[in-house]
């Protein structure tokens, strides 16, 4: 066995996942090939959030079936949501599968992808940390999960039946971690949790994940950027807030889901927050963090929605004017209180004439604060080149196209912003000769660099 491939749906939580089982495969001398065809071990990691992303993965595990039947030395393993959430239906279905992992636990999860290597690589001793060498490049942008489940109960949510009770990575193992990744080429590194706001809780005393932040910002030399997703506006703290202020590498960045416009809603959802209280969640951050950018998930079409109830989640996108959006159409899970209690009632036309109104409208506002931002200079991290543009995204989180070479790939260069798009904008690089003196500005700090 000598190379391995690894498709990745869902959540960021499984592109970290996925990225340290591809570091461990790569230390046991395994190459990665982009085409999974060419590959003796396949793994696929999995996401039961909507039916559609779990339609997404079932259509690739089908179509693995010729290339493991082809070979009795292959291997295919399914990891992460839908391998908790239905291990039998996937042995059923796809009775060539060789190994079902969940993704509650990473050890647990190397572990078992261990167990199906030839004994010869399965053999070799345990490797506890990371190693020096041959781990491979790390990306521009890292993944850190620095809480694992979720606690909330959520009434449409699967991830705590698929992802389990919250477990916090210690503090001294989130910042090795995050070093090793800035070592291997990482500029910038978002900080994961399904609910990143409850991270620490369970010790005693706390250790906050404002005290992570401000750990990690101040012990991995060579970082650039840190960001942390996603945060439950519930739970957002004035003391949170006012460390993304002050930590300088921390990114004024604030993603937080509402949901739903309407009290009725949010109640049955049992997201344990009214839509005032989310308000003043926003009025918190932006009076705080005048340049911060704030973005969300929605609902469309959950149990009981009238049109009443979408009306106010129309005049919450209005109100907020969110920086971004991801709008989606409810779709009942197995194993959640909303299916089991009131199924699917909403038709699926009045969901997707929801979801059109909501989409449009988000649309053009996130369009309108982009143009708003033409003029203004800032910062991208280059994440990377396509069609002779190098992207990446700015502080604030807009993602940012504009020329320049491939050196730049991973380093921050200031841009004046020069169009708006949809979800984007355009910029040019600035010279060294501009009037602001970029090395004076302490890297990262949006408010700072934003001067034109
Ligand atoms: N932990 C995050 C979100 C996890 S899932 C949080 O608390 O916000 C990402 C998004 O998917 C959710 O915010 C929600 O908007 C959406 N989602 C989750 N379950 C869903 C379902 N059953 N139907 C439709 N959308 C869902
Ligand atoms: Fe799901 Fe709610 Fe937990 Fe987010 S906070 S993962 S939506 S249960
Ligand atoms: Fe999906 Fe699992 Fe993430 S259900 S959203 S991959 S935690």
């Given at each position: 066995m000598q190379t391995f491939h690894i498709r990745t749906f869902g959540c960021q939580m499984n592109e970290a996942d996925s990225q340290e089982i591809r570091e461990m495969l790569l230390s046991l001398g395994l190459t990665e090939t982009?085409?999974?065809?060419?590959?003796?071990l396949v793994l696929v990691n999995t996401c039961s959030v909507r039916k559609k992303a779990e339609e997404k993965a079932f259509s690739f595990i089908g179509e693995t079936r010729a290339w493991r039947e082809a070979d009795s030395g292959r291997r295919l393993a399914v990891m992460g949501c839908i391998a908790a959430r239905d291990p039998d239906g996937i042995r059923r279905r796809?009775?060539?599968?060789d190994a079902i992992i969940p993704g509650k636990d990473l050890d647990a999860m190397k572990k078992s992808v261990r167990d199906i290597l030839p004994e010869d690589l399965a053999l070799l001793p345990h490797l506890s940390?990371?190693?020096?060498?041959?781990?491979g490049s790390s990306p521009v942008v890292g993944m850190v999960s620095v809480i694992r489940g979720c606690?909330?109960?959520?009434?449409?949510?699967?991830v705590p039946y698929v992802r389990g009770r919250e477990v916090s990575v210690p503090p001294e193992k989130v910042v090795d971690r995050v070093a090793r990744l800035v070592e291997g080429g990482s500029a910038e590194i978002y900080l994961l949790?399904?609910?990143?706001?409850?991270?620490?809780?369970?010790w005693t005393p706390p250790f906050l994940l404002e005290d992570l932040l401000a750990k990690v910002a101040s012990e991995v030399?060579?970082?650039r950027r840190l960001r942390f997703i996603?945060?439950?506006?519930?739970?957002?703290t004035r003391r949170l807030v006012e460390a993304v202020r002050d930590?300088?590498?921390?990114?004024?960045?604030f993603h937080i889901?509402?949901?739903?416009?309407s009290d009725k809603i949010l109640e049955r959802m049992r997201r344990d927050i009214t839509v005032q209280q989310y308000y003043e969640t926003v009025d918190l951050i932006r009076s705080t963090i005048p340049s911060a950018s704030i973005s969300t998930d929605i609902i469309v079409?959950?149990?009981?929605?009238?049109d009443e109830d979408f009306e106010g989640t129309m005049e919450v996108v209005e109100r907020v004017r969110f920086d971004g959006a991801f709008v989606f159409k409810y779709s009942p899970r197995e194993h959640t209180l909303a299916r089991l209690k009131?199924?699917?009632?909403?038709p699926p036309t009045v969901k997707s004439q929801r979801f059109i109104r909501l989409y449009n409208r988000v649309k053009d506002i996130v369009f309108e604060k982009n143009r708003e931002k033409v003029g203004t200079i800032g910062e991208v991290l280059v994440e990377g080149a396509r069609d002779g543009m190098l992207y990446g995204r700015l502080a604030d989180y807009r993602m940012t196209h504009f020329r320049g070479p491939?050196?730049?790939?991973?380093q921050l260069i200031p841009v004046r912003i020069e169009s708006a798009q949809n979800w984007s904008l355009r910029a040019v690089a600035l010279s060294?000769?501009?009037?602001?003196?970029f090395s004076e500005?302490?890297?990262?700090?949006h408010q700072e660099v934003i001067a034109s």
């Open positions: 982009e085409n999974w065809e060419n590959a003796d796809f009775e060539f599968v940390g990371y190693p020096a060498s041959n781990h606690n909330n109960a959520c009434s449409f949510c699967i949790g399904q609910s990143i706001l409850d991270y620490g809780k369970e030399p060579g970082l996603t945060s439950h506006p519930k739970d957002v930590i300088p590498l921390v990114a004024p960045y889901p509402f949901q739903s416009g079409g959950f149990p009981g929605e009238t009131w199924g699917d009632p909403v491939p050196e730049w790939i991973g060294e000769h501009t009037s602001i003196n500005a302490r890297p990262g700090n």
